[in-house]
């Protein structure tokens, strides 16, 4: 019984400011009619994270598109920003293996924020280059990067791009082919420079890829990013031969 009393109590209260609207004048009416007014028309509420999205810029709800790659890279490093992907993959060649005497290719879209470019090179009495990788290059941002240089005669399986290692020994495997079935693997820091490691393994000596391991030691690198490169020998000065490369990240030691 005690519940239904206030709601009695609402009731009669309700009835009382009713009669009284109906017996007073035109001026009372009005007055009562806009105090209504000001309480249909009031905002409902709201929950505070619905109106802090809803009220705020547009930015805040649009996605945006990253002012920098959000996953290691090979080229370029730190706050470069290179607008022309043939431009990254020059650069890339000219740090990571600047003896070789490569052609840089044009670049060929994918989608609007990837694509790839070509390398050749081992040319010989003028002749045409032979495809010695092919840079992958994604744009974040207004810039280009390279994520990895691939050649399907030099894989690289393990580690994978992007793969965090320890500052340790580490197992590179994958298939690859060369000359008198040479295989170098090396590792380097990034932006180039010299080796943080490098061991010459055997592969496939002819047409066929043939599995190789190499066990790289990654105790010297920088906490951050480091390439893993892996060519196929060439015999040939100033031939890279078919090469592959991936960015891995160091950790901690």
């Given at each position: 019984?005690?519940?239904?009393r206030?709601a009695r109590?609402l009731?009669?209260?309700?009835?009382?400011?009713?009669?009284?609207?109906c017996?007073?004048?035109?001026?009372?009416?009005?007055?009562?009619?806009?105090?209504?007014?000001?309480?249909?028309?009031?905002?409902?509420?709201?929950d505070?994270?619905?109106?802090a999205t809803?009220?705020?810029p547009t930015?805040?709800t649009?996605?945006?598109?990253?002012?920098?790659?959000?996953?290691?890279?090979l080229?370029?490093?730190g706050?470069?920003v290179?607008?022309?992907?043939?431009q990254?993959v020059?650069?890339?060649?000219a740090?990571?293996?600047?003896?070789?005497?490569?052609?840089?290719?044009?670049?060929?879209?994918?989608?609007?924020?990837s694509?790839?470019?070509?390398?050749?090179?081992?040319?010989?009495?003028?002749?045409?280059?032979?495809?010695?990788?092919?840079v992958?290059?994604?744009?974040f941002?207004?810039?280009?990067y390279?994520?990895?240089?691939?050649?399907?005669?030099?894989s690289?399986?393990?580690?994978v791009?992007?793969?965090?290692?320890?500052p340790?020994?580490f197992?590179?495997?994958g298939?690859?082919?060369?000359?008198?079935a040479t295989?170098?693997?090396?590792?380097?820091?990034?932006?180039?420079?010299?080796?943080i490691?490098?061991q010459?393994?055997?592969?496939?000596?002819?047409?066929?890829?043939?599995?190789?391991?190499a066990e790289?030691d990654?105790?010297?690198?920088?906490?951050g990013?480091?390439?893993?490169?892996?060519q196929?020998?060439?015999?040939l000065?100033?031939?890279?031969?078919?090469?592959?490369?991936i960015?891995v990240?160091?950790?901690?030691?």
């Amino acid at each position: 019984m005690s519940r239904r009393r206030p709601a009695r109590a609402l009731a009669l209260a309700l009835l009382l400011v009713t009669a009284a609207a109906c017996n007073d004048d035109d001026g009372g009416a009005a007055a009562t009619t806009t105090a209504l007014a000001e309480v249909t028309t009031a905002p409902p509420a709201t929950d505070p994270a619905t109106t802090a999205t809803t009220g705020g810029p547009t930015t805040a709800t649009t996605a945006a598109t990253p002012s920098g790659p959000d996953i290691a890279v090979l080229w370029p490093v730190g706050d470069e920003v290179v607008t022309d992907p043939v431009q990254v993959v020059t650069e890339l060649m000219a740090a990571y293996l600047p003896d070789s005497d490569v052609v840089v290719g044009e670049f060929q879209q994918g989608d609007a924020n990837s694509g790839e470019v070509p390398v050749t090179g081992g040319t010989e009495n003028g002749g045409p280059g032979n495809l010695r990788t092919t840079v992958l290059v994604r744009r974040f941002g207004e810039g280009w990067y390279a994520t990895a240089a691939i050649n399907p005669f030099v894989s690289v399986n393990s580690p994978v791009p992007g793969e965090d290692v320890d500052p340790g020994p580490f197992l590179v495997g994958g298939a690859a082919r060369g000359f008198e079935a040479t295989v170098v693997v090396t590792v380097l820091p990034a932006g180039g420079g010299s080796p943080i490691d490098q061991q010459v393994t055997s592969g496939g000596a002819f047409a066929d890829p043939v599995a190789y391991t190499a066990e790289i030691d990654f105790i010297d690198a920088p906490t951050g990013t480091a390439v893993v490169l892996v060519q196929g020998g060439t015999g040939l000065e100033g031939d890279p031969g078919e090469f592959s490369a991936i960015p891995v990240t160091v950790g901690e030691r």
